[in-house]
């Protein structure tokens, strides 16, 4: 499980940086740069001319964690994945945990994940 989570992790990495790359996590995700720019509270152009920006880092850093508490509960990527896009939760207003992350509630989408992996239902 952490091996996958390293390897996916990994292939986010921008290739000579220690940064996420904004192509690479939208790819991961299954989301449209735009979709991930509007996420992160930036430009669209900002993934392309300015992916050093510290609002865009700090979003992918944030979408990462949740990754991470997902793989966590969910060892399957591709289902983690899922659960992060699709999943109504039902104490948060049935919100997805994409759309916590983008009220920038990451804290409490990881807090959820946590729980539910230490069995207790959200």
Do not use: W
């Not at 992160?40 to 050093?52: D, I, K, M, S, Y």
């Not at 509630?105 to 959200?122: H, P, Q, V």
């Amino acid at each position: 499980m952490v091996a996958i989570f390293a390897e996916m992790l990994e292939s986010t990495r921008e290739p000579g940086t220690s940064r996420f790359s904004a192509p690479g996590v939208a790819h991961l995700l299954g989301l449209q740069q735009q979709d991930l720019a509007e996420l992160a509270g930036v430009h669209r152009n900002t993934l392309r001319t300015h992916p050093e920006s510290p609002r865009l880092q700090s979003a992918l850093r944030g979408l990462m964690r949740v990754l991470s508490a997902a793989t966590a509960v969910q060892p399957d990527p591709q289902r983690a994945i899922f659960l992060i896009k699709n999943e109504p939760i039902p104490a948060f207003h049935h919100k997805t945990l994409l759309q916590l992350i983008q009220e920038g509630r990451t804290e409490d989408a990881i807090g959820y994940l946590e729980s539910i992996g230490a069995g207790f239902l959200g």
